[in-house]
């Protein structure tokens, strides 16, 4: 499967409706971009039950701005709509092998039990925050 070129108006879509997506943010002037580009598309090819997606930075500002993406290439991996990995800096061949191993691997049950326990504690810890807030102006 090649590349596919990942969009603010089909993201949504394509995290929800992909197990395994690889997003590899990119400009065209970017050196590392470049010379990582065929080994993701290669990777592309070798793993064909993976979605691989490429954002460009130049057109997509708003969904790299949204990623914060400060330096690129940025990879990011999501797995059932989860993001689970992300770093700047371009991977060599058996880098990217070796990332797309562990994400396969991950224990799904156990990352969406840890993102249901951050999320308890954001709405724990706002709770809190909006009782002390109150206490203040009363």
């Given at each position: 499967?090649?590349?596919?070129?990942?969009?603010?108006?089909n993201?949504?879509?394509?995290?929800?409706?992909?197990?395994?997506?690889?997003?590899?943010?990119?400009?065209?002037?970017?050196?590392?971009?470049?010379?990582?580009?065929?080994?993701?598309?290669?990777?592309?090819?070798?793993?064909?039950?993976?979605?691989?997606?490429?954002?460009?930075?130049?057109?997509?500002?708003?969904?790299?701005g949204?990623?914060?993406?400060?330096?690129?290439?940025?990879?990011?991996?999501?797995?059932?709509?989860?993001?689970?990995?992300?770093?700047?800096?371009?991977?060599?061949?058996?880098?990217?092998?070796?990332?797309?191993?562990a994400?396969?691997?991950?224990?799904?049950?156990?990352?969406?039990?840890?993102?249901?326990?951050?999320?308890?504690?954001?709405?724990?810890?706002?709770?809190?925050?909006?009782a002390?807030?109150?206490?203040?102006?009363?």
């Amino acid at each position: 499967m090649a590349t596919r070129e990942i969009t603010a108006e089909n993201f949504n879509t394509t995290i929800s409706e992909s197990d395994i997506v690889f997003l590899d943010f990119w400009a065209s002037w970017c050196g590392p971009c470049r010379m990582f580009e065929p080994i993701f598309e290669k990777a592309s090819e070798s793993y064909p039950d993976v979605v691989f997606g490429k954002v460009d930075t130049e057109a997509q500002q708003e969904l790299a701005g949204a990623f914060q993406i400060r330096s690129i290439p940025t990879l990011m991996a999501f797995r059932e709509n989860v993001l689970v990995f992300a770093q700047p800096g371009a991977l060599n061949a058996r880098q990217l092998d070796e990332v797309i191993t562990a994400v396969r691997e991950l224990d799904m049950q156990e990352v969406h039990a840890e993102v249901a326990a951050q999320a308890a504690a954001a709405e724990e810890a706002a709770a809190n925050e909006a009782a002390a807030n109150e206490a203040q102006t009363a």
